[in-house]
T-cell receptor, first 112, second 111 residues
Framework: NAGVTQTPKFRILKIGQSMTLQCTQD?????MYWYRQDPGMGLKLIYY???????DKGEVPNGYNVSRSTTEDFPLRLELAAPSQTSVYFC???????????FGEGSWLTVV | RKEVEQDPGPFNVPEGATVAFNCTYS??????FFWYRQDCRKEPKLLMS???SGNEDGRFTAQLNRASQYISLLIRDSKLSDSATYLC????????????FGKGTRLSVIA
């Protein structure tokens, strides 16, 4: 069972570069999320989507962009990478707002 | 201010001990409650949902206290493999807004 799949698993970026973290889910969930988690800290919500064509900012959206053209995919774009964006990024999905959230395995990003 | 708060720990307990964590939430109208487990360098995974009447899954018991606005997780007969961070998750807001995660309570079970 695939669930939530994120790529890449690891990436090193130089300051100022851009990249896209890919996320896809095969559970036909309406809701999708992007979180970041710094070492020893809690999850912080970056962006979320309640359905195709709809996205909303979370707690820490600055420096990121998202799109939701299909139910399955929710890519996260980093423009002009900064060292402060070094973190682990988790994509997640759920059927609706009050339901169980399922996470991908995470993407480890280092900006140098 | 709407929040989900947990004692960060760490809770260091010997194998076989019983340990309990609480999590307070700020919105009395919250309806959905969960406990997640996160191992080091891994994604969070659902441990159990929390039902109004309380529920049990093996060595794990979850309780909801609406009057005092907290949920609890009790782990009996702790195993080394229970060492992890336990995240409390609550729907603090109505409508389409996402569930809110607490920062987690770290548990270390020691041989």
């Amino acid at each position: 069972n695939a669930g939530v799949t994120q790529t890449p698993k690891f990436r090193i970026l130089k300051i100022g570069q851009s990249m896209t973290l890919q996320c896809t889910q095969d559970m036909n969930h309406n809701y999708m999320y992007w979180y970041r988690q710094d070492p020893g800290m809690g999850l912080k919500l970056i962006y979320y989507s309640v359905g195709a064509g709809i996205t909303d900012k979370g707690e820490v959206p600055n420096g990121y962009n998202v799109s939701r053209s299909t139910t399955e995919d929710f890519p996260l774009r980093l423009e002009l990478a900064a060292p402060s964006q070094t973190s682990v990024y988790f994509c997640a999905s759920s059927k609706s707002s009050g339901n169980t959230i399922y996470f991908g395995e995470g993407s480890w990003l280092t900006v140098v | 201010r709407k929040e989900v708060e947990q004692d960060p720990g760490p809770f260091n307990v010997p194998e076989g001990a019983t340990v309990a964590f609480n999590c307070t939430y700020s919105n009395s109208a919250s309806q959905s409650f969960f406990w997640y487990r996160q191992d080091c360098r891994k994604e969070p995974k659902l441990l159990m949902s929390v039902y109004s009447s309380g529920n049990e899954d093996g060595r794990f018991t979850a309780q909801l206290n609406r009057a005092s606005q907290y949920i609890s997780l009790l782990i009996r007969d702790s195993k080394l493999s229970d060492s992890a961070t336990y995240l409390c998750v609550v729907n603090l807001f109505s409508g389409n807004t996402p569930l809110v995660f607490g920062k987690g309570t770290r548990l270390s079970v020691i041989a």
